[in-house]
DNA sequence: CGTGAAATTGACTAAGTTCAATGGCGGTGG
DNA sequence: CCACCGCCATTGAACTTAGTCAATTTCACG
């Protein structure tokens, strides 16, 4: 990806529109682990993530990494900051090699924003956000680890069979210790069965869906 | 409020969008402690608060309600449900007597957000959602309850002059024991000092600050 | 095989909730 | 004027959930 109308966000622009946000724009390419932009930095960048996985999460008091959503192309990330002329309230990490458009915020044209396609697209963009923090509430202060557990197995199981343990607990937000010992559980009470494959087999579909539900 | 024109959100609207609003939509009073909605409701109604308090909360497993938000007169409520067909999120209640206008979404014409003020009050308000959410993480999964207490104080120490501690607690989703223990470790510490009528003064704000920050 | 990463397991700790008992205080009625 | 009632606040003790730390085992893979 190189060409701004190729992002479907900005295809529907007037070429005036478009020369201006080549002017205020450009892409640049980023490598697994690098960092997009920390928690607390200043807003007027905005980003369209064009390739590549990039992790947004918070960091705690002590340190540890509070997993919020990862992003697939293409999507635009830093809007709240850039509308709200808020700090970022995440941190971005690319964990992929990945490819970003940086977009400056405060020279966009005011008008921009008046064109009917975009305003669709942001408020897509928008209200995907709305959802996917709706769902970190949801997971992360209603249900409890063991509910967690069971709702990735029922509705990602096949997660089990591409990731290991350990990053998926830090997709769920707890630690490797404790999907253990929650795994051995369910193994225990014979609602699952583990393959050597690490492949997760669920024997009890519907008790395990009651755990979140 | 009576008419729908007097709605900033809907102020701009041609003749024939109002009086499309006008057939799909309808004015209903609410009493304190009603329910406009539960957690899980099937979507269709977008509400527009146009007077009372109106607080929006999740319930967990074993009953607790968590305190999400409360929308004061103007703002727009169930609009992600709306927009995404999916169930309500979270349960909205009265706290105090109130008004709403009730609009058919699925009556709505495709057109209607084809206005480019209303997309853009549409982006406000979603980008004043995602702001709400991204706080409850922030408060409810990055602070712990001490640090909510300090924060409460710093920020709206004026609170406790107008709500009981019980209140207090219910909007920090902490316990009213936690509440108590924690303003009296501050007390202990010399951080504040409590008067008569249960205003809150506050000796050493830097060192409070700095807990929650 | 051997090695290093990942998983498991046990003991302990931390934070906050729950439950129960107690204390304070303001309003009300005799 | 005071005794009583009910609500709220306070306090202690036990409990719950999950995290931390450390030791051990398993496993994939060269």
Partial sequence: MDRIKDIPLFSKLSDKHL???EQISHFKNYNSDEIL??????????????????RLYKTDAKGNELYIHQFVPIGMVGELACFENINYPATARFITKGQILKIDFKRLEKDFFQNPEVCMEIIKSLTKKVKILSNVIHKEMILTSEAKVAKIIVEHGELFE???NTQIASILNITPETLSRILTRFKKANLISVEKNHHINIIDTQKLTIIFE
Avoid: A, C, S
């Fill in 19 to 21: 020369k201006n946000l």
């Fill in 37 to 54: 932009f920390y928690e607390g930095d200043d807003p007027g960048t905005l980003y369209i993530l064009t390739e590549g996985v990039l």
């Fill in 162 to 164: 591409t990731h290991k």
